[in-house]
């Protein structure tokens, strides 16, 4: 049965742990405030040139239905940019938080992740914003009834866009969640090869729900790039598989 002096070790351990936490969650949400505050500050170019601009270039007519609906609007771009912004530094937080409880090999590699995972999302970012999020809204002008006029609420275009940016993002994580879980020895490269096929075929019907248009040249540009980025995983995957030491003939 532990002693009083243990048990209270534990406690202070558990209220550290606690603590930390509180630490790196204070030490996120000034991080996403000052990025906001500046996002803020050019409030207008970024509502011109980065939300509007995609819809503006494919001659998509935007509507605001609701009393303050750009008021809300300006608050959610803002919000949703700073978090964008502040990304690499909240996965940095993350990280320290975790960093305790690893190996000391394992927490030199907290800062190579962080800087590598934030170039990963912020890709994916980049390519839904300037590929594939063009390509739907030029379907939507493409295909359409001249008799039925396109007037899209802004509501709808921001939850549309922010569920693109967010899904690519979280798409072009799949190598650094393969090292992850390659690491862990979860995942080889040998299974990864041997089900290559399904994957493909997972690869498309994921595509297919992604992209809320039918337009199958959208589907491709979706489709392609996740290949890909399952074909580099089963690189990573080779590399970082924890290898198997063979004993000596001698031992």
């Known amino acids: 049965m532990p002693n009083a002096e243990s048990q209270s070790a534990s406690e202070m351990g558990f209220l550290e742990h606690l603590e930390e936490l509180r630490k790196r969650i204070m030490l996120s949400v000034i991080g996403i405030t000052?990025?906001?505050?500046?996002?803020?500050?050019?409030?207008?170019?970024?509502?011109?040139?980065l939300l509007l601009r995609p819809a503006l270039e494919s001659k998509v007519k935007l509507q605001n239905i609701e009393p303050f609906g750009q008021t809300f609007l300006y608050f959610k771009v803002i919000v949703l940019s700073g978090i964008i912004l502040a990304f690499p530094w909240i996965l940095y937080q993350v990280w320290q938080f975790v960093a305790p409880g690893l190996y000391m090999t394992e927490r030199k590699w907290a800062l190579r992740i962080t800087v590598i995972t934030s170039i990963c999302f912020l890709a994916g970012v980049s390519f839904g914003y300037y590929f594939l999020i063009p390509s739907m809204l030029s379907y939507v002008?493409?295909?359409?009834?001249?008799?039925?006029?396109?007037?899209?609420?802004?509501?709808?275009y921001f939850s549309f866009l922010v569920n693109m940016l967010l899904a690519s993002g979280?798409?072009?994580?799949?190598?650094?969640?393969t090292w992850v879980l390659a690491r862990m020895?979860?995942?080889?490269h040998v299974g990864m090869t041997k089900y290559r096929r399904h994957a493909i075929v997972v690869i498309l019907i994921l595509a297919a729900v992604i992209t809320p248009s039918p337009d199958p040249v959208t589907q491709m540009m979706?489709?392609?790039?996740?290949?890909?980025?399952?074909?580099?995983?089963?690189?990573?995957?080779?590399?970082?598989?924890?290898?198997?030491?063979?004993?000596?003939?001698?031992?």
């Open 34 to 49: 000052v990025a906001c505050c500046v996002v803020g500050f050019y409030g207008d170019e970024v509502m011109n040139l």
């Open 141 to 156: 002008t493409d295909f359409a009834n001249p008799n039925i006029e396109n007037n899209i609420a802004i509501g709808s």
């Open 170 to 177: 979280l798409i072009f994580e799949l190598p650094m969640v």
């Open 222 to 251: 979706v489709a392609i790039p996740l290949w890909i980025l399952y074909e580099i995983s089963v690189v990573i995957a080779r590399a970082s598989y924890p290898k198997i030491a063979t004993p000596s003939p001698n031992s």
């Open 185 to 188: 020895g979860m995942v080889s």
